[in-house]
C-alpha cells in the first residue's frame, strides 16, 4: 500500500491500521508524517509496525524499494500550492508548504504506473529539468484533473511521455465532470475522466 501523503481524503490511520491487521502479507510505504501517525500510537501490535516504511527525502529528492518484485520509486514532489490569508501576518501563504508530498513510479511486470500525488508538474519543472525523472516513459499517469496547462503538457511530452492519462481527485458534481472532461480531452486527447464511483477500464 503507498499513500502520498497525510490528508483525509487520502489516509485514514484507522482504515490502513485495520487493513494491514487483516492483511498480514501487506506492507505500508509512505512518508513519515503519514507512517508516524501510526507508530506513535502504543497499541499498535509489533507485526503490524514491522510492515510499515517511512521515509523523509528533501524536495525534489528520491527514494527507492524493492518489495514482492514491485519496484518503488518515490518522488518528494511539492503539494499544489493553496493560498490563504495568515492570521497573524496578514500576508498570503501557501497552506501546504509543510505537506510532505509523493509521487509514486510503480514498476512491475515491464509495466510503469506514475501517480502524482496532489502534485501540479508546471509547479515541479525544476525537477524535471534536473533529469530527476527517469528515462523511458510510462504506460500510465495519474494526474490532478486541475494540472491543465500547456507547461504540464509539455512536461508530459518531454519527459513523462505516458500512453494513457488518467485525470483524478474530481468534483463530485456530474455537471461539472462533463465540462472538465471536455476541456481536458481538447488539451489532453484520449485523456480518461470517470464518471462513477468504482469505475475501471484496462489499457491495451
Request: proline share 6%.
Given at each position: ?8 481524503d ?18 505500508l ?48 514532489l ?7 490569508v ?28 506514475l501517480?502524482v500525488g ?7 519543472r ?46 463530485p ?7 472538465l ?24
Amino acid at each position: 500500500v503507498l499513500v502520498t501523503h497525510n490528508h483525509p481524503d487520502h489516509f485514514l490511520a484507522g482504515a490502513v491500521r485495520s487493513m494491514l491487521e487483516k492483511n498480514p502479507s501487506t506492507r505500508l510505504i509512505a512518508p513519515l508524517q503519514v507512517t508516524n501517525s501510526l507508530t506513535a500510537d502504543p497499541s499498535i501490535d509489533e507485526k503490524v509496525s514491522d510492515r510499515i516504511t517511512g521515509f523523509d527525502p528533501e524536495v525534489f529528492h528520491v527514494w527507492e524499494a524493492e518489495v514482492a518484485g514491485i519496484r518503488v520509486t518515490a518522488y518528494r514532489l511539492p503539494h499544489s500550492r493553496y493560498e490563504v490569508v495568515d492570521p497573524d501576518t496578514g500576508e498570503m501563504i501557501d497552506r501546504h508548504r509543510d505537506v510532505a508530498n509523493v509521487a509514486y513510479l510503480i514498476e512491475v511486470e515491464g509495466r510503469r504506473v506514475l501517480h502524482v500525488g496532489d502534485a501540479v508538474l508546471e509547479q515541479c519543472r525544476e525537477f524535471f529539468e534536473g533529469g530527476g525523472f527517469p528515462d523511458g516513459g510510462v504506460d500510465v499517469a495519474f494526474l490532478e484533473y486541475f494540472d491543465q496547462s500547456m507547461p504540464t503538457r509539455e512536461i508530459l511530452d518531454r519527459w513523462i511521455r505516458a500512453d494513457h492519462i488518467v485525470f483524478m481527485h474530481l468534483p463530485p458534481e456530474n455537471d461539472r465532470i462533463e465540462a472538465l472532461s471536455k476541456t481536458l480531452s481538447i488539451l489532453f486527447p484520449g485523456s480518461r475522466v470517470f464518471r462513477e464511483p468504482m469505475q475501471s477500464t484496462s489499457f491495451e
